[in-house]
Structure formats: C-alpha cells, structure tokens
C-alpha cells in the first residue's frame, strides 16, 4: 500500500470518529438517565464523575437537589471546592437562609480552610436549628477556630438529646487535650458505661486518662470491668499488676477467688503471702489439670516451708518422698533439683547424694551462685574446707553478705579447718 492510500485511510477513519462523537453530543441524554449515572457513580465512590453528572443537571434545570448532590460530591472527590462554594453562595443570595446551604457550606469552607467562613455560616445555621445534626456541623467550625469551649457546649447539647458514644468520645478528646477538664471527662466516661452499653472505645478512652491521672484505683476497676464483660487473660494480668503496684497482694487473691480466674496465679499469690496451707489445698487440683510433675515437687517445697519444726524427721521424710516421686515422674527442673539436694545436704540426710544432685542442677545453670553455695555447704558437710570456701568465695564475691543463709555459711565455711 502506497503512503498517499495509507494517509488517506487516515483521514478517513478520524473524520468518521469525528462525526460519529458529534452525532452523540447532538444526542439527548435524559433527565432520568443522568439521575441513573450520578447515583451509580454514588454507589461505586467515583464522586468526580457523579460531580459532572449533577452539576450538568442544576445548569440543564435549576433544581436545588442536584446542586446540592453536586456541592456534596465536591467534598467527597475533595475537588472543585472552591467551584462549589461559588455555586452554592449564588444560590444562597437568591434563595436567602436555606438551611442546606449552610450545612454544606461550612465542610466545603473547612475543606480549604476558610475557617472564619465556616464559623459565620455556623452562626447563620445555629440561628436556624438545634437539630443535633446541625449543632454538629457548627461544632466543627469553633473546633478548627480553636474556640474549644463553643464546641464543647454543642456536642453536649447533642449529648443530652441523642447519649451516643460518638460525640461523647469527641467531647472527652476536647476536654482533655484543650480545656483542661480530664477529671469531669472521666466521670463524663464513667456514668456512660453505668448507665448504657458501653463500647471497648470507652474503656480504652478511661484507660488513656487515668494513666495520665496516675489514678491505680481507677485503672483497676477499668480492667476489672473490662475483665467482666471478656474474661481475656490480658485484662486478668492488668488486674493482678494493678493490684501488686499497689501492694494489696490479698485484694488480687480476693478477686481470684472470687472470679475463679487463674488457679495457677492464685497458687502464686498463696505462696508470696505464706499461706501454705491454701497453697496446699490448690496443689491437687492444679495436678488434676495438667499432670505436671511440678506440683509433686512444689507439695514437697511447701510441706517443708510451713513446718515450724524444720528438723522434724517425719515431715523431712515426707518432703525428700515428694522430690523423688517428681523426679520418677520425668521432673528435672534445676530449681526443685537445688531445694532437693540442699535438703539432703543440710539436713544430713544424705549428703553425697544430695551434693550429686546439686551437680545436676548445675549442669543446667553452671553459674547460678543460689546452687553454687548448696554445693559449697555440702563440701562444708564432707569437710572438704578448701574447695567449700573457694566455692563460697566465688558466692559472696557475686551476691556480696547481704542474705542471711550467705552469711551464715561464709562465717561457718571461713572457720572451717
């Protein structure tokens, strides 16, 4: 094909497209139609397209509602602002205090931050309602003109008529980061979760301000709350951290027992404040839960903690059968291993042994001073005085004399000959 046959197919292909899209303008496109495409345009978020579709209705018929959909898909697209607010001021002056021109003109005005615009269209709407819808609006403009106390009363006149969440949250924010107010923000947050059903964004809000209070007592019941309405393991921990910064051991213990929370965490506390006999109690069932040889063990530790007679033969027998039934049941645990051996040591049950198991321990933790010096007594024990206090100085140069076991043993070892 020759170059004038391929220009003149060019030609001819672009003057047929040419035609064919001015026959199409010529084509009229119906009222309803272009109602179908701006709310399908709507429905799939493409405001720009939806912003053409409405503005060619309002020109084509001078109907408010399409100026409006027009000015509210402006905002959407964040686009043609300024365009809108020509538009829509035009209306107004012809159509003076329609009350949906001032609802859509103070966001298009905060769009592009004519704020002193939105506060006298504010002004404008407030003269005209007390809808809680447009108390909101105008709330906006005093909030971005930092008069946070004009705000403030707005969202509460809404909140006394429609208690929602939304606002409250939104008043709090303001109280506490502007208006210095966190403390009536906080009982504003309290009598909402008494009296409604309450969100976690609430307690989450009351968290916030009571660690800026550093109010424990009101973090704790926070956590207890949440911890009613979902027992998570997470709000049981904040609880018992709560309640041991505060040093009530025996207010965490109340609530265990009480909510039957955590047997294992209750066992703890039991043991922290001595009550062995409790602690004794809670054992066969913590075994009953999982088979943990541990808890064989730990009978044998508290047998042992709560015996005022710490040389009775019977309750020693007892404890040294409770170690070695853990240990037949799979337990090596270093820590049980060490009360084990240094029982045997000390009390001259069987020293050798227990110094064997103590080099067990040690496998696990070579440096752990606590196992280091139950061997070292036990050298004490065979009267191998050279390496007891050459173990025992390793002890005391880590850990320095400030536990009373340590110093009994330096000053006993020292002396040994």
Not at 183 to 190: G, H, M, S, T, V
Not at 305 to 319: F, R, S, T, Y
Not at 370 to 387: F, N, P, Q, T
Request: net charge negative.
């Amino acid at each position: 094909m020759s170059w004038n046959r391929i220009i003149l197919t060019l030609v001819i292909v672009l003057n047929f497209s040419t035609a064919v899209t001015h026959a199409k303008e010529l084509m009229p496109i119906s009222e309803d139609e272009l109602i179908m495409r701006g709310l399908l345009y709507d429905e799939y978020k493409s405001y720009e397209n939806s912003y053409q579709v409405y503005k060619k209705l309002f020109d084509d018929t001078g109907a408010e509602v399409y100026l409006f959909r027009e000015a509210t898909a402006a905002l959407m697209s964040r686009n043609h602002i300024v365009e809108s607010i020509v538009r829509l001021k035009t209306w107004d002056e012809e159509h003076p205090d329609t009350i949906h021109v001032k609802r859509l003109l103070i966001p298009l005005y905060l769009t592009v931050r004519q704020v002193n615009n939105a506060k006298i269209e504010a002004e404008y709407l407030l003269e005209q309602s007390t809808e809680p819808v447009d108390l909101d609006l105008a709330s906006n403009s005093f909030l971005y003109a930092g008069d946070f106390k004009r705000a403030q009363e707005l969202l509460s006149k809404i909140y006394e008529k429609i208690p929602k969440e939304e606002i409250l949250l939104r008043m709090v924010e303001i109280m506490d980061e502007f208006t210095n107010e966190r403390k009536k923000a906080i009982q504003l947050l309290e009598t909402h979760r008494r009296m409604n059903i309450a969100s976690h964004d609430v307690y989450i809000k009351l968290l916030i301000l009571y660690q800026k209070e550093r109010d424990i007592d009101g973090i704790l019941e926070t956590y207890k709350a949440l911890y009613l309405l979902d027992d998570n393991a997470e709000y049981l921990s904040k609880i018992i951290d709560a309640y041991v910064y505060k040093g009530d051991l025996d207010g965490a213990i109340t609530f265990l027992e009480t909510h039957q929370s955590s047997n294992q965490l209750l066992y703890e506390l039991y043991k922290a404040k001595k009550y062995f006999s409790k602690a004794l109690t809670l054992i066969d069932t913590l075994y009953d839960e999982d088979k943990n040889s541990k808890w064989i063990a730990e009978k044998g530790v508290l047998l042992f903690e709560q015996a005022e007679d710490k040389d009775d033969k019977k309750m020693i027998g007892d404890v040294i059968a409770y170690f070695e039934k853990a240990i037949k049941l799979g337990n090596d645990d270093s820590i049980y291993l060490n009360y084990y051996g240094y029982t045997l040591i000390d009390k001259e049950v069987d020293v050798k042994k227990g110094m064997q198991v103590i080099q067990d321990a040690l496998i696990q933790q070579p440096d752990n001073t606590y196992y280091l010096d139950s061997l070292a007594w036990g050298y004490y024990k065979k009267h191998e005085c050279g390496k007891a206090y050459e173990l025992m100085k390793r002890v005391v140069d880590e850990e320095g004399l400030e536990e009373p076991e340590i110093i009994e043993h330096w000053h006993a070892i020292k002396q040994c000959k």
